[in-house]
């Protein structure tokens, strides 16, 4: 059974930083792209960053770069996004994505909130 399970989301000030995770089970890890996307209310879904199964060539879109930083262990099937620097823009649900020619796996969502 796939799983993809985030974590770390939650509530934070502006200029604050949280760590996500993703924990993937049910498939060969090792060989999927990952990405962070997210979507804010009344917005599509826009990418974030992404990594391939090798992790040495992350993506970032312009509104997070040098900001965010993806990461993932492939010993541990995890997949993470750091977020520094934080602006009210990011609050959105964040969902982890894996993805491997026809195969696509999505988590649940995890809500992340950037307020004063």
């Known amino acids: 059974q796939v799983r993809l399970v985030e974590s770390g989301g939650g509530l934070v000030q502006p200029g604050g930083s949280l760590r996500l995770s993703c924990a993937a089970s049910g498939f060969a890890f090792d060989f999927y792209t990952m990405t962070w996307y997210r979507q804010a209310p009344g917005k599509e879904r826009e990418l974030v960053a992404t990594?391939?199964?090798?992790?040495?060539?992350?993506n970032y879109a312009d509104s997070v770069k040098g900001r965010f930083t993806i990461s993932r262990d492939n010993t541990k099937n995890t997949v993470d996004l750091q977020m520094n620097s934080l602006k009210l823009e990011d609050t959105a649900v964040y969902y982890c994505?894996?993805?491997?020619?026809?195969?696509?796996?999505w988590g649940q969502g995890i809500q992340v909130t950037v307020s004063s």
């Open positions: 990594i391939t199964g090798s992790g040495r060539t992350p």
């Open positions: 994505n894996a993805y491997l020619g026809s195969n696509q796996f």
